[in-house]
């Protein structure tokens, strides 16, 4: 009891008082430092830059508001009281304050933004050129199967597109209502079940831009991100060539081996690989999974030594996604990684 007490006098010691002022501008800090990271207002295309500039406005907007009323604010407090005569003529300014200030310039500026918005909004809108570049993009818990329908192939995770070039992404989702947001390049959208939405974006210069979805969606929403790689159109078309092409089977050594153990084992139950009997599209299509950049929707660099921990046990990187562990071991292991070196 004589602790209680002692801590309830610690309490309202300046200290704590300190630190309850440093969880708020701690949380503030990192808010804005994760806002640097997904970089919303470092457009690289054309939608986001509509976005970007509506956005400047009304913040531009908003702090002459600030300033103006805080300035008036200040103007009234600091006044002081002046004879009869001049307290009518300070009614008068009051009232003449309160028409402009409070109901026509107020009314000019929302007027305003909703014209630039709407401008936006329609401009977003605009449906692009026919012919262009379709990617069906389905939500799952916790990843982004990424279908090539005008090809016929399917990856996951990773969309590749053309540089300078619009794009159109189909959105829907396998299970609950997810958001699909690449900052750089356009705002978000929602991806829900049984309703396909449509989006379309184009990124300017070649790069990674990263995705991530926006919508609360369970246990492992934070670890659901994805990477708009964006190729110079050359480079697109040989990344494209390289996806149509037949696969390779491996026909002798550890990387054969491998493929049997695969093949043979639960992993076929959930996931593809083009060419094989794998066929489950229940997990990410594993058809070129050698050359994506990581495992489990942005969880992990995709190195040998991260995708055999990811194989033996994806639980203890990401808990709650629906890859169980796997019991592989040793030689096994080795040589199911041989395999999947192979799988560009
Ligand atoms: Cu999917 Cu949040």
Not at 233 to 256: C, K, M, V
Request: with cysteine; hydrophobic share 45%; charged share 15%.
């Amino acid at each position: 009891m004589r602790l209680l007490g002692h801590a309830t006098i610690q309490r309202s010691s300046p200290r704590p008082r300190l630190l309850r002022l440093a969880i708020p501008v701690i949380s503030i800090a990192l808010a804005l430092l994760s806002g640097c990271r997904i970089r919303a207002l470092d457009p690289a295309g054309p939608a986001s830059r509509l976005i970007a500039g509506l956005w400047w406005f009304m913040l531009a907007i908003s702090i002459i508001v600030f300033l103006a009323v805080v300035v008036t604010l200040a103007i009234a407090l600091l006044r002081r009281r002046g004879d009869e005569e001049e307290e009518a003529r300070a009614h008068r300014v009051s009232y003449g304050l309160i028409t402009w200030g409070g109901a026509i310039v107020p009314g000019i500026i929302v007027l305003g933004l909703m014209i630039y918005n709407t401008f936006v909004i329609v401009n977003l809108e605009t449906p692009p050129p026919d012919n262009v570049l379709e990617v069906m993009v389905r939500a799952h818990h916790f990843w982004w199967e990424v279908n090539y329908h005008q090809y016929g192939f399917a990856t996951a995770n990773e969309i590749h597109v053309p540089t300078g070039q619009p794009f159109v992404v189909l959105l829907d989702s396998e299970d609950v209502i997810h958001s699909f947001w690449v900052p750089q390049l356009h705002g978000k959208r929602d991806l829900m079940p049984d309703f396909t939405g449509r989006l379309w974006m184009q990124a300017d210069e070649p790069g990674i831009y990263r995705g991530q979805c926006a919508e609360f969606c369970g246990l492992q929403h934070a670890k659901m991100k994805f990477v708009v790689v964006a190729l110079e159109p050359n480079d697109f078309q040989a990344w494209l060539q390289q996806q149509l092409e037949e696969r390779l089977i491996p026909t002798s050594g550890r990387a054969l081996r491998g493929r049997q153990i695969f093949m043979g084992s639960e992993c076929v139950y959930c996931h593809a690989i083009s060419g094989t009997n794998a066929t489950s599209t229940f997990g990410p299509d594993l058809t070129n999974i050698a050359s994506r950049l990581e495992l489990g929707a942005g969880t992990l660099p995709n190195t040998r030594g991260n995708l055999a921990a990811w194989i033996i046990d994806a639980q203890h990187f990401k808990p709650g996604n629906y890859m169980p562990p796997m019991p592989i071991e040793g030689p096994d292991l080795q040589d199911m990684l041989h395999y999947m070196d192979t799988l560009h």
